[in-house]
């Protein structure tokens, strides 16, 4: 896998060759290059697009966090990391497909950046903190020290504990219970398209909702698919490549 040097130290990547807008996918907040398996490929085949794949410092083979994440942490992600990174690859006027905190980093740069973007696919995207995300957080720290949830991070990420607590330590916090992203959807001018599976543990309809309303300056178009849990290009990847690959068509 290919590797960048970048401030805070060296990212992983995977680029897969088409047509500019590139896809820039970002991952969620346990994920990294190797946890999309073959949905960049099979993006790149139905949509004729380039894709591109990172992993974020603290996952996959990426450089390992330094410090402990602070509650402004997709803050830094999407307005610091993110131009750094894209300006490095020579990438321009993405189509940011994130999921789960990677949908909450896209809302972000979109709306906070003043950086060019063509669309937005956000899948499990977070506007704000639900009960449900902080209890079943809660439940995969438990997961995770009982041994076996740590065993299958570590096969995706060189500092399995780093990964797993920079995540899931400050999500925990009491002040980041507070955390709030509304701000940044009235000033996404964008085509979105929102996934939100209506079976999904960390959290509810109400992100999509919340999106569809705040976005009023976007045509946002909203997925709901019933018998999906937080992975909807794994428990539904029929259905979400093929709204993906229709979305943007019309791009």
Known sequence: ?????????????????????????????????????????????????????????????????????????????????????????????????????GGSIAIIHAGGSGRAVTGLVLMAAHVLVEDVSVASIAAAREAYEKGAFRARLARHHDDADGAFRGWNDVWLLPEFHAWNIEEYLPQIPLPILAIQGEDDEYGTMDQVERIARGAVGARVEVLKLPGCGHLPQRDRPAEVLAAITTFVSRL
């Open 1 to 101: 896998m290919p590797l960048l040097d970048l401030p805070g130290g060296r990212i992983e990547y995977e680029r897969v060759g088409g047509a500019s807008p590139a896809i820039v996918m970002l991952h969620e907040g346990l994920g990294s290059v190797s946890t999309w398996g073959g949905f960049p490929r099979q993006l790149a085949a139905a949509t004729g697009r380039e894709v591109l794949a990172y992993s974020r410092h603290g996952y996959g083979r990426s450089a390992p966090l330094t410090a402990p994440r602070a509650v402004d942490f997709m803050h830094e992600e999407a307005l610091v990391v993110l131009p750094r990174a894209l300006d490095a690859l020579g990438v321009e006027r993405p189509i940011l497909l994130g999921h789960s905190d």
